[in-house]
T-cell receptor, first 110, second 114 residues
Framework: DAKTTQPPSMDCAEGRAANLPCNHS???????VYWYRQIHSQGPQYIIHGLKNNETNEMASLIITEDRKSSTLILPHATLRDTAVYYC???????????FGTGTLLAVQP | DGGITQSPKYLFRKEGQNVTLSCEQNLNHDAMYWYRQDPGQGLRLIYY???????QKGDIAEGYSVSREKKESFPLTVTSAQKNPTAFYLC?????????????FGSGTRLTVV
């Protein structure tokens, strides 16, 4: 399974866009990029996923580089309730399981 | 509403006792998963099941057992052989093993050994 690298923590001002980076340089052609977030002591919440194209839904946008070696999750207008650990995960390949890393702790500041 | 339910939310166990954590889903998902989370760490896969009456070990299966007798249910037993069972346990489900479908997670069970 391809590994992902994320910064351990980031800050963002309330109302501003939060841009969370993720490197996945060993991703293969049939592997998807998934983003989940986890608020303290709760189950992870699905945000968005994509294969090659950029994706957008009501929660966020996912920008995947053309070579697919990195991606960025964008929360367009961060609120205090977006404070959470954000996990970037590559899924597919031989095992096809969600393998979690340690994620990025996003702290939205008032 | 469709969803995945874990119970109980908090569980206390004496050392040496087995304990079973419940996970039920009404999403008609084929696959179900159990993860363990320790403080400040990501989730680690314990067991998963892609179909009824079949399951596979994950990365940290030692000291745990599961069953999948019904599509809706995937209980996890933490046995006395698990050396450090205090953790946050999360159950998830998904449509089959297709990578284009995400997982739905339950709200978790926090197990404490006293």
């Amino acid at each position: 399974d391809a590994k992902t690298t994320q910064p351990p923590s980031m800050d963002c001002a309330e109302g501003r866009a939060a841009n969370l980076p993720c490197n996945h340089s060993t991703i293969s052609g049939n592997e998807y990029v998934y983003w989940y977030r986890q608020i303290h002591s709760q189950g992870p919440q699905y945000i968005i996923h994509g294969l090659k194209n950029n994706e957008t839904n009501e929660m966020a946008s996912l920008i995947i580089t053309e070579d697919r070696k990195s991606s960025t999750l964008i929360l367009p207008h961060a609120t205090l309730r977006d404070t959470a650990v954000y996990y970037c995960i590559v899924r597919g390949g031989a095992t096809n399981k969600l393998i979690f890393g340690t994620g990025t702790l996003l702290a939205v500041q008032p | 509403d469709g969803g995945i339910t874990q119970s109980p939310k908090y569980l206390f166990r004496k050392e040496g006792q087995n304990v079973t954590l419940s996970c039920e889903q009404n999403l008609n998902h084929d696959a179900m998963y159990w993860y363990r989370q320790d403080p400040g760490q990501g989730l680690r896969l314990i067991y998963y099941s892609q179909i009824v009456n079949d399951f596979q070990k994950g990365d940290i299966a030692e000291g745990y057992s599961v069953s999948r007798e019904k599509k809706e249910s995937f209980p996890l037993t933490v046995t006395s052989a698990q050396k450090n069972p205090t953790a946050f346990y999360l159950c998830a489900s998904s449509w089959g093993h297709d990578a284009n479908y995400g997982y739905t997670f339950g709200s978790g069970t926090r197990l404490t050994v006293v």
